[in-house]
């Protein structure tokens, strides 16, 4: 997996943190060298997700309590709307001992202007980015 020592498409950032770029992810998950894992929160997986296989839902909220299901031996990538959320869970990963983890550079939005695969459900989605902060998908900045 590819990674880089600093983001591209983000500001956020926390020393000792890798990130991969879009395109990268996508490639390791297609090929199966890598899985997804998202931290965003129920209601926005609700409105909008990546329909690829090896993509795992583990919110941030409950990261902690589900690290017994998240194996140590495999490369994982973290997507949250901007990277911020993602970050600070690869962080926490890194912390407890997991040496394959790399951010999603940019996040979900820059996963999605890009033309990856996404699935929006249109009958639940607003403009915001769905985490309840007062940022919007149109000024590609979340918490």
């Known amino acids: ?6 983001p591209f498409y983000q500001e956020f950032h926390i020393e000792g943190v890798k990130h991969i770029a879009p395109e990268d ?5 297609i090929n199966r060298e890598a899985i997804i894992i998202d931290v965003r929160e129920e209601d926005e997986i609700n409105l909008e997700y990546i329909p690829l296989d090896n993509v795992l839902y583990h919110p941030m909220s409950k990261i902690l309590d589900r690290l017994g299901f998240i194996s140590k031996n495999q490369h994982i990538i973290l997507v949250c709307p901007g990277g911020i959320r993602s970050t600070k869970v690869a962080h926490l990963l890194n912390q407890q001992g997991y040496t ?7 996040g979900f939005m820059v996963w999605e202007a890009m033309d990856f695969p996404f699935q929006r459900n249109e009958n639940n989605w ?3 980015c769905g985490c309840g902060c007062k940022s919007t998908k149109s000024n590609n900045s979340c918490c």
């Open 1 to 6: 997996m590819k990674t880089n020592d600093k």
């Open 100 to 106: 394959n983890v790399a951010n999603l550079d940019g």
């Open 25 to 29: 992810a996508y490639n390791s998950v």
């Open 126 to 128: 607003t403009a915001t």
